[in-house]
Each structure stands twice: as C-alpha cells, then as structure tokens.
C-alpha cells in the first residue's frame, strides 16, 4: 500500500534469500532445470547490499570472504549451467578455491575442486581435471567426505576412460562404486539422499561406458562386467 512504511535494510536483504531458494534447483534436481538468471541476479544483489563486490583482497573479514566464496561457487553454476559460458564460470571457481584455501576450509575445498574439474572433464579438458579429482579424492578421504570422494573418483573414472585407459578407469569407478555405497551406510542410516547419490553415480558411470562402448566396445563391456561383479 502507498502508506506502507519502507522494509528496514536488514529485512529487505534477507527477503533476497527466499528469492534465491525459490530459483536455485533443490541439489537432487536437474542442473539444467533452474531459473538461473534470477540466481545470478539475487546473488548479484545480495553481494551489493552486503559490500561483498569488488576485489576479494579487500575482504578483510573472515565471514566475508567465506560468503564471498559461497557466493562464486553459486554464480559458477549459473555461469556453467544457465549460460553455458565456461570460462567466467571457471574464473570463479577458482575465486573460490582460493578464499577456501585462505580459510584452510578442506570440505569447501574439496567440493569446489571436484565441480570445476567435472566441468573442465565435461569440455574436454581431461588432463586440467585430473589434478582437481585426485586432491578431491584426498581431502574427502581425510575428512572422512566418502560422497565427495565417490563423486572424484567418478570423476577420474572418466578422465581415464577418455585416454582409454582400461585399467585406470575401472579402478576409478569401482573406488566410486564402494565410497557411494558407504556414504549411504556411514556414519548413519539410509536415507533418501544417500540413496539417491549411491544411484547417480552408478547411473552416470553406466552412461560414460555406454557411450564409450559405440567407439571401443571391448574395454567398456570389460569394465561394467567388472563393475557388475
């Protein structure tokens, strides 16, 4: 109404949040499936209104920079996925792997490394991943991350598939196969998620053989018997 006083400041920017969730895709949904100029936008404007703009050398606060990196990590996606434009995509990424390496956040860490390499992996950039997925695999080991850990070793399960490694890709995907199944049963009990994580990464890797096998039958059909077994 025209005599409705204005929002405080503080509520106004935490109206921006119910926006961005209501935009963002739920994390067991298509990538493909969010409204991801409206993610950019709100995030965009949250960093404004928050003074999180600019040079991330000049966040001297440490919640700063962490929101910061949270906040790349968000556009990334929406960069990779909404416009398909991977080298700004890319750029933050990488923002935020160091912001994450300033705080020594190993769990942040070790996710961003594993999208951007999935990403690079995604374009072709097989060899640029490889790096990405084995320090993955190692900070999600020692933290103890078995989702992270089977996501980069599906990973580097495609890398090795590209260059037609055989031996190096079904290792890859059976460490995948193993560290998805513990997720759903440690530390606790199944649950819907975990299910559904366990079943993704065993469906995304039958789909890289599948596709593998139109050109070089023999070593996919050998890799999903092993696999199967």
Same mark, same amino acid.
């Given at each position: 109404?025209?005599?409705?006083?204005?929002?405080?400041?503080?509520? /106004?920017?935490?109206?921006?949040? %119910?926006?961005?969730? @209501?935009?963002?895709?739920?994390?067991?949904?298509?990538?493909?499936?969010?409204?991801?100029?409206?993610?950019?936008?709100?995030?965009?404007?949250?960093?404004?209104?928050?003074?999180?703009?600019?040079?991330?050398?000049? &966040?001297?606060?440490?919640?700063?920079?962490?929101?910061?990196?949270?906040?790349?990590?968000?556009?990334?996606?929406?960069?990779?996925?909404?416009?398909?434009?991977?080298?700004?995509?890319?750029?933050?990424?990488?923002?935020?792997?160091?912001?994450?390496?300033?705080?020594? /956040?190993?769990?942040?860490?070790?996710?961003?490394?594993?999208?951007?390499? /999935?990403?690079? @992996? @995604?374009? =072709?950039?097989?060899?640029?991943?490889?790096?990405?997925? $084995?320090?993955?695999?190692? &900070?999600?080991?020692?933290?103890?991350?078995?989702?992270?850990?089977?996501?980069?070793?599906?990973?580097?399960?495609?890398?090795?598939?590209?260059?037609?490694?055989? /031996?190096?890709?079904? =290792?890859?995907?059976? @460490?995948?196969?193993?560290?998805?199944?513990?997720?759903?049963?440690?530390?606790?009990? %199944?649950?819907?998620?975990?299910?559904?994580?366990?079943?993704?990464?065993?469906?995304?890797?039958?789909?890289?053989?599948?596709?593998?096998?139109?050109? $070089?039958?023999? %070593?996919?059909?050998?890799?999903?018997?092993?696999?199967?077994?």
């Amino acid at each position: 109404q025209e005599d409705r006083a204005p929002a405080p400041p503080r509520q /106004d920017r935490l109206e921006l949040l %119910p926006r961005f969730k @209501s935009a963002y895709p739920k994390e067991t949904e298509d990538r493909g499936g969010g409204a991801w100029n409206e993610v950019t936008a709100t995030l965009r404007e949250i960093r404004r209104r928050t003074g999180l703009e600019g040079e991330p050398a000049r &966040l001297a606060n440490a919640n700063a920079r962490h929101v910061r990196a949270l906040t790349d990590i968000f556009l990334a996606e929406a960069q990779r996925f909404g416009q398909g434009d991977i080298a700004v995509a890319e750029d933050c990424y990488r923002e935020a792997i160091g912001l994450f390496r300033d705080a020594k /956040d190993s769990w942040n860490i070790a996710w961003s490394l594993y999208h951007l390499g /999935d990403m690079l @992996s @995604s374009c =072709g950039r097989h060899e640029d991943a490889r790096p990405l997925g $084995m320090e993955a695999i190692e &900070l999600g080991d020692a933290g103890g991350d078995h989702e992270v850990a089977a996501l980069a070793h599906r990973l580097l399960g495609d890398v090795a598939l590209a260059a037609n490694a055989a /031996d190096d890709a079904l =290792g890859h995907y059976r @460490s995948a196969v193993e560290r998805a199944y513990r997720f759903q049963v440690q530390p606790r009990n %199944p649950d819907p998620y975990t299910i559904q994580i366990y079943a993704d990464v065993c469906e995304v890797g039958a789909a890289r053989l599948l596709a593998h096998c139109a050109a $070089m039958p023999e %070593p996919a059909r050998f890799i999903a018997g092993q696999l199967r077994q």
